[in-house]
Nanobody
């Protein structure tokens, strides 16, 4: 129903910046929120930031002040601006979209993931 295509990952030096994008296509109605997650080797996938349908946002404490999630509704695109990157930010970053239906059913959709590598 929903396809998510990510771009913007790559290799940067510590202190640098990257801007990730996630373009959604398909049936886009009923999407409650979009979010960015990341997963480093040997660690669980963790929430980086989320933006809800009403525009409110949530950030992991370690990301707040460095990362900014935003959206362009006209282009069906979510962004993650990543500043002051650290080697600890190295991970595969995934775009996520959530649909909540009237009967309470929740569906999660995931992008393919994009590698972000931060060198010291």
């Amino acid at each position: 129903q929903v396809q998510l295509v990510e771009s913007g990952g790559g290799l940067v030096q510590a202190g640098g910046s990257l801007r990730l994008s996630c373009v959604a296509s398909g049936r886009l109605h009923s999407i409650n929120s979009m979010a960015w997650y990341r997963q480093a080797p040997g660690k669980q996938r963790e929430l980086v930031a989320a933006i809800r349908s009403g525009g409110s946002t949530d950030y992991a404490d370690s990301m707040k002040g460095r990362f900014i999630i935003s959206r362009d509704n006209a282009k069906n695109t979510a962004f993650l601006q990543m500043n002051s990157l650290k080697p600890e930010d190295t991970a595969v970053y995934y775009c996520n979209a959530e649909k909540l239906f009237r009967d309470g059913t929740v569906y999660q959709y995931w992008g393919q993931g994009t590698q972000v590598t931060v060198s010291s």
